[in-house]
């Protein structure tokens, strides 16, 4: 499946030469400083003492192979997560690629924490995971409206980053039904 318009711009174009690949243990390490250290953390809904703990930077640290044999609608959101910016990982730049990873960070804790809401603490925690993809597309506007407005945008401060948050959302509501993850097909979002 190619996406030529997304990741063709200069701003998210991957470097001539350059594997993120190589300096992938640098950049999952960063993200995870940014988010999980930084001045945000306590309000997100997982607190993972290290990249070990976060399950999508840990794949992509390990450079996890994605288990095939698992059919589609049983795979959890952080196999989906992880696919989708492995996918991307070598069409963008280190920049894009911290962006584009808080993004999947920050969505799947939105989703985990809307559909765990009425859950202790303790159940919470066994939970974080362990949803599947299909409602993804339906927390979109909560998603931005809400959770990352009312948490000052977890310190993405750039406004051109917060503007490249709603394509970004477009695009893996776009590739969630391209890939069969979900029913649920955004009407507005252009086919790119």
């Not at 993004?103 to 919470?124: A, I, P």
């Not at 490249?164 to 029913?183: A, D, G, M, S, V």
Request: hydrophobic residues 35%; negative net charge.
């Amino acid at each position: 499946m190619k996406y030529p318009y997304f990741f063709d711009q200069a701003k998210r174009k991957a470097e001539v030469g350059k594997n993120l690949d190589d300096d992938m243990p640098n950049l999952v390490q960063k993200i995870f400083d940014e988010l999980y250290k930084g001045e945000f953390k306590d309000k997100l809904f997982s607190c993972p003492k290290s990249v070990e703990e976060e399950p999508i930077l840990n794949y992509l640290s390990k450079k996890t192979e994605l288990d095939e044999k698992i059919p589609k609608n049983e795979r959890q959101c952080n196999m989906v997560f992880y696919e989708y910016l492995k996918s991307f990982k070598n069409l963008i730049n280190d920049k894009y690629f911290i962006l584009i990873t808080k993004f999947v960070l920050l969505f799947r804790e939105c989703f985990d924490l809307t559909k765990n809401k009425d859950k202790t603490q303790e159940e919470r925690a066994k939970l974080v995971g362990t949803l599947t993809p299909e409602g993804l597309p339906d927390l979109c506007n909560e998603f931005y409206g809400e959770f990352l407005i009312n948490n000052e945008f977890f310190g993405i401060n750039d406004q051109d980053d917060r503007d490249e948050i709603i394509e970004l959302i477009q695009h893996f509501c776009i590739w969630l039904y391209k890939n069969e993850y979900t029913k649920s097909k955004l009407s507005l979002a252009p086919e790119n």
